[in-house]
């Protein structure tokens, strides 16, 4: 995905306000929530780029979307991005501030996708083994059930892929099938 010149330079203000305020892991969690709201609400996008919804709905839009209680960092930049008609960026910015602030923290998102949901104690197991390869990441987890994978799991951390799934063991005998013949 491209994220654009603009959603950048944006996200990189307003980090650096942030980091000024000692705030931005407050503003990382507002647009963490902000983009999950993106996607929760395919709808949210056209309202935002609509010229016909008033920018005071706009604002309670932005402001609802990034959680209950938003912080005055996260205001001003509402305020900002509707006052420079920028907000359909707003998605993008979102992306690019936890992108950056994951950078400037040594942070990663560690996917974790199993054929079935599993135990409690197995996933906890699971993730600190996830952990213990990683040792220099804060790891933020993320898990999800995907029963295309006929069983084992997949494992995403930081553009590095661990494909433990019988649906892959199949694929790759397939593949060395059609290479011997």
Sequence with gaps: MSEGL?????AKALYKLAEERHNSGVVY???KTL??????????QKVLSNPFVKREDK????ITAAGDNVEADYRSFVDLIL?????EYARLMA???C???RKENDMAIARIITAVQLADDQMAKLRSLVA???PNLKLEFSCSVDPELIGGFVIDVDGQRLDASISNEIEQLRLNLLRSN
């Design 6 to 10: 603009i959603p950048q330079r944006y």
């Design 29 to 31: 969690e507002e647009m």
């Design 35 to 44: 983009a999950e709201s993106f996607v929760e609400n395919p709808g949210l």
């Design 59 to 62: 604002a309670k839009l932005l």
């Design 83 to 87: 006052d420079r008609k920028r907000c």
């Design 95 to 97: 992306l690019a501030y």
């Design 99 to 101: 992108k950056l602030y």
């Design 132 to 134: 213990d390869a990683f």
